[in-house]
């Protein structure tokens, strides 16, 4: 702390995910279908094996950050961050089963890629007048990939795309009596992109909420979620998991 306006603060952290039992123990058919192989159909599967001998992903982060006390109304947050994964598990091509018209890629989880990502992230905070607040925060995310290693990855845990690489919020509150509160919410979200090149629109969404307190030990809440569009969709499907892709609704609670 060089000053009782700026702080600067260093973290280096270590973090483990234990691979899942379905990553270590499933086998499934990813895909079925029949394929034209040179004018005759063959069935065609995609099968994913167990892999028993997963490690876990380890992470390293590191992150270099300052608060900075611009007045009395307003301050400034930075952070720098890289964050270092080793072992990520992923999708691997093990080989091929060819039979008499059939054809059977067969895939397995292991941990054969490294990833790096770094990135900033910077908040404000402003208060105009007392009953006013103003949170605004920009986040900057890039992921890494190494270079070929000649091992097939197929994969939409990690890739380049994969997250959203720009990400705006501002939130607006207002204090309008002692009893009376109001938030209003934007959000701006950049679009990603998955390794089967399945892409997510940018979007903006806005909520919206109003709460009362007419005694001290309750409190009535009327919120609105994304009420700038019916519905949104923010994940895509997972090739693992063979889930279907779902949108975020309007929603009034």
């Known amino acids: 702390t060089p000053s009782p306006k700026q702080t600067w603060w260093l973290a280096?952290?270590?973090?483990?995910?234990?691979?899942?039992?379905?990553?270590?123990?499933?086998?499934?058919?990813?895909?079925?279908?029949?394929?034209?192989?040179?004018?005759?159909?063959?069935?065609?599967?995609?099968?994913?094996?167990?892999?028993?001998?997963?490690?876990?992903?380890?992470?390293?982060?590191?992150?270099?950050?300052?608060?900075l006390l611009l007045s009395d109304s307003l301050s400034l947050d930075m952070a720098l961050y890289y964050h270092d994964i080793s072992d990520a598990v992923v999708l691997e091509y093990a080989g091929s089963t060819v039979g008499p018209g059939?054809?059977?890629?067969?895939?397995?989880?292991?941990?054969?890629?490294?990833?790096?990502?770094?990135?900033?992230?910077?908040?404000?905070?402003?208060?105009?007048?007392?009953?006013?607040?103003?949170?605004?925060?920009?986040?900057?995310?890039?992921?890494?990939?190494?270079p070929d290693d000649g091992v097939v990855h197929y994969s939409d845990d990690w890739y380049e795309e994969d997250a959203p690489r720009h990400q705006?919020?501002?939130?607006?509150?207002?204090?309008?009596?002692?009893?009376?509160?109001?938030?209003?919410w934007a959000r701006y979200v950049d679009n990603i992109n998955d390794v089967a090149d399945y892409t997510l629109s940018s979007y903006v969404s806005l909520d919206a909420s109003i709460r009362w307190r007419p005694t001290h030990n309750v409190e009535l809440t009327l919120a609105g979620r994304n009420l700038s569009d019916s519905s949104h969709p923010e994940y895509y499907p997972s090739t693992l998991l063979t889930t279907a892709s779902t949108e975020v609704p309007r929603s009034v609670y």
């Not at 490294?114 to 900033?120: A, D, E, Q, T």
């Not at 939130?171 to 009596?177: M, Q, R, V, Y």
């Open 102 to 146: 059939t054809l059977d890629d067969r895939y397995m989880a292991g941990n054969s890629l490294s990833v790096s990502c770094y990135g900033v992230e910077v908040a404000a905070k402003y208060r105009p007048v007392d009953w006013w607040r103003l949170d605004l925060a920009y986040t900057f995310m890039r992921v890494q990939l190494p």
């Open 168 to 184: 705006i919020s501002l939130l607006s509150s207002f204090h309008l009596t002692p009893t009376l509160d109001l938030d209003l």
């Open 12 to 67: 280096v952290s270590r973090a483990i995910r234990v691979p899942s039992r379905m990553e270590f123990t499933a086998r499934r058919s990813l895909v079925q279908g029949v394929i034209d192989m040179g004018g005759t159909p063959w069935n065609y599967t995609a099968s994913f094996l167990p892999s028993p001998d997963l490690n876990p992903e380890q992470l390293l982060a590191y992150e270099l950050g300052t608060r």
